[in-house]
């Protein structure tokens, strides 16, 4: 998938429970694509974020995490929160858009949060478009 909102392409392969394809043909999938290309989960993502002290590195994973989430994570979410608390404005704007990708409730407070009072105008208009989202 060439994603330009994310301005990376990446390959998802979801688990039976998400696609309905038997989880013997998405293994096989797995193990074909992880022999021809680096394979990245977001486990391996959410300690990278973690160690990464740069904001540009945090603006990467960010974005990486964001084109791997389907189904909720503790983790994933407690990286995204992190991203929407930061100091740095670019990290922000990512987080709100991984947001968009994963409107989970406990994001909801910290994306109204952005929305009411952020410094900059164009990242409250954001964070109010990534709030529709939500359910």
Not at 67 to 74: G, K
Not at 98 to 111: G, Q
Request: aromatic share 6%; charged share 25%; net charge negative.
């Amino acid at each position: 998938m060439d994603d330009e909102v994310l301005g990376i392409a990446y390959l998802v392969l979801e688990n039976d429970s998400v696609s309905g394809v038997p989880g013997v043909a998405v293994h096989h999938a797995y193990q074909e694509v992880s022999a021809g290309f680096e394979v990245v989960e977001s486990g391996e993502l959410v300690e990278l974020y973690d160690g990464a002290p740069e904001w540009n590195a945090r603006v990467l994973l960010l974005m990486m995490l964001a084109a791997t989430a389907s189904e909720y994570s503790p983790d994933v979410s407690g990286v995204i929160r992190d991203g929407l608390v930061s100091a740095h404005l670019d990290v922000r704007r990512v987080a709100v858009i991984a947001s968009m990708y994963m409107p989970w409730d406990p994001l909801r407070e910290s994306v109204k949060s952005i929305a009411r009072s952020d410094s900059d105008e164009q990242l409250r208009d954001l964070a109010e478009m990534a709030l529709t989202n939500f359910h």
